[in-house]
């Protein structure tokens, strides 16, 4: 008798892991663009536009100039040192280039500090809506992420009392993003200085303040925790060139932080990936120093096309729309479609249902805000041009009507 393949021998890790949701719905969007269907993808949260001249000509130049081999683990110390720059220039912090990591994208940077900082039995605390992988990589370091809910009614953001009544001694930090991915929400200076009134009462949790989308912001400032009083030494900073450099495939993120900190995340990268590419790191020194123009230009772009998806959205029956004030997201509350059926037997009992059905009715790829920890809404990305925008906005509209 013949025994039964007992399949491919891969860890309990990753048969439990959950698949990213934006790569998967990506991923699911491409099939059937590859099948022949004209599929729009508001999934993806890249940029479309290109890098700026400068910065791949200082690549070139790096390149030609002999940067091909590996760097530091924690990175040039020129793109350290301008990282500093930044840092002093825009907050007036005072860093030293020892509490700089410079990491393979800002993904790497929250996996370093989870990794570096947790261990079993420890909570991190999720403000909701967060972005998809802060759930799974606290997860994969053994810690539970504790979610603290909010809505679209309070632009969705936590209250330091919400915040509050989750801190156990078993929470090691908060970890959030502002500008926000999912919902483009941005902290102020007086919610960020609310917050750290709160946390003065528990000295043992710390901050992790990701500030990827800090450049695509419409309020014309950005603050950040660790320049609140008090907060430096308790908060660490994640960043990087991604977005507001149009820099995606370039993966480049760095923190700041406290020195015994970045020593913790360096040997974690160390035993990972080592460092980051070395003509990319040098780019990447140029652009922070270099003129923003190019930076300024894409943000009245994605600034004129919230606008024109906000005003498309909210005249569809029965979606919630807000005014997000950074990032490049849309994060609509569809919660009023659930329950309903479309003519071909579909019911739609929640975002995971409605992301699915408007991707095979309307061809317009989303993302369910299930993974973004509000399953009342999905994420509607416009960082695409404005004929693709009205474009799906009319097929979203059309598919939403034929929902009974």
């Known amino acids: 008798m013949q025994s039964q393949h007992p399949g491919p021998p891969v860890s309990k890790l990753v048969r439990e892991m959950e698949e990213s949701a934006t790569l998967k719905m990506a991923s699911m969007a491409r099939e059937l663009r590859e099948k022949g269907m004209d599929i729009i993808d508001l999934s993806l949260g890249e940029p479309d536009f290109d890098t700026p001249h400068h910065i791949k000509e200082a690549a070139k130049t790096a390149l030609d100039d002999g940067y091909t081999k590996y760097t530091p683990v924690n990175g040039l110390p020129e793109l350290r040192k301008a990282i500093v720059n930044k840092l002093k220039r825009e907050y007036n912090l005072d860093y030293t280039m020892n509490e700089i990591v410079v990491s393979n994208g800002a993904k790497q940077s929250v996996y370093n ?3 570096a900082l947790l261990d079993d039995g420890d909570e991190v605390i999720l403000p909701a809506p967060y972005w998809v992988s802060y759930y799974g990589i606290v997860k994969l370091a053994g810690a539970t992420p504790i979610e603290v809910p909010s809505s679209i009614d309070n632009d969705f953001k936590c209250s330091p009392e919400a915040i509050e009544a989750c801190i156990t001694p078993r929470t090691k930090f908060i970890l959030y993003s502002s500008p926000c991915n999912p919902s483009g929400s941005v902290l102020s200076l007086e919610e960020l200085e609310a917050l750290a009134a709160m946390l003065k009462k528990h000295p043992h949790v710390y901050v992790i303040s990701d500030e990827i989308y800090q450049h695509i912001n419409f309020t014309n400032d950005h603050h950040t925790m660790a320049a609140v009083e008090g ?4 908060t660490v900073i994640i960043n990087g060139m991604a977005k507001g450099y149009a820099m995606t495939g370039w993966r480049l993120g760095f923190t700041a932080g406290p020195e015994w900190i970045a020593k913790a995340c360096t040997k974690i990268q160390g035993q990972v990936t080592s460092g980051a590419s070395s003509f990319g790191q040098k780019a990447a020194a140029v652009a922070l120093d270099a003129d923003h123009g190019p930076t300024h230009d894409m943000v009245k772009a994605f600034k004129s096309r919230r606008d024109l998806i906000i ?24 919660s009023g479609y659930f329950g ?6 579909y019911e739609v009992k929640d975002a995971d249902d409605l992301s699915l059905y408007l991707l095979s009715e309307a061809h317009v790829s989303t993302v369910s805000g299930v993974a973004f920890g509000d399953p009342n809404c999905i994420r509607i990305s416009y960082a695409t041009s404005d004929a693709k925008l009205t474009e799906a906005a009319q097929r979203i509209a059309a598919a939403l009507a034929s929902l009974k």
């Open 113 to 115: 500090l989870c990794r």
């Open 231 to 234: 907060m430096k030494d308790r």
């Open 311 to 334: 005003r498309l959205l909210e005249e569809i029956p029965l979606l919630r729309v807000n005014r997000p004030q950074g990032a490049f997201y849309i994060f609509p509350d569809v």
């Open 340 to 345: 309903k059926t479309s003519g071909s037997g």
